[in-house]
Nanobody, 114 residues
């Protein structure tokens, strides 16, 4: 399984970005996809996850600002990030968790200036 994340960049406070994660290889029909972030000096933490059935959960810090979605036909996941804050600055990683294992993409950097 290969995951390719894209869409990161530099944005000012209050701006928006849309991250994409394209999955390829042996993608099982039932899985959970998610976005995680890791800020400098901190541990990686969950941002949002979504099941193949479309059920989503969010970290409290992003509720109401970020929206996770997926297109199962394209094996692609998205993260719409609105009202960005400097504390959202981090490397964002996409993840697929399925019966065969746990897979990570290479990460995409999001920088929010104050």
């Amino acid at each position: 399984v290969q995951l390719q994340a894209s869409g990161g960049g530099f944005v000012q406070t209050g701006g928006s970005l849309r991250l994409s994660c394209a999955a390829s290889g042996s993608i099982y029909r039932l899985n959970t996809m998610g976005w995680y972030c890791q800020a400098p000096g901190k541990q990686r933490e969950v941002v949002a996850v979504i099941t193949s059935g479309g059920s989503a959960n969010y970290a409290d810090s992003v509720k109401g600002r970020f929206t996770i979605s997926r297109d199962n036909a394209k094996n692609t996941m998205y993260l719409q990030m609105n009202s960005l804050k400097p504390e959202d600055t981090a490397v964002y990683y996409c993840n697929v968790r399925q019966i065969m294992g746990d897979y990570w993409g290479q990460g995409t950097l999001v920088t929010v200036s104050s």
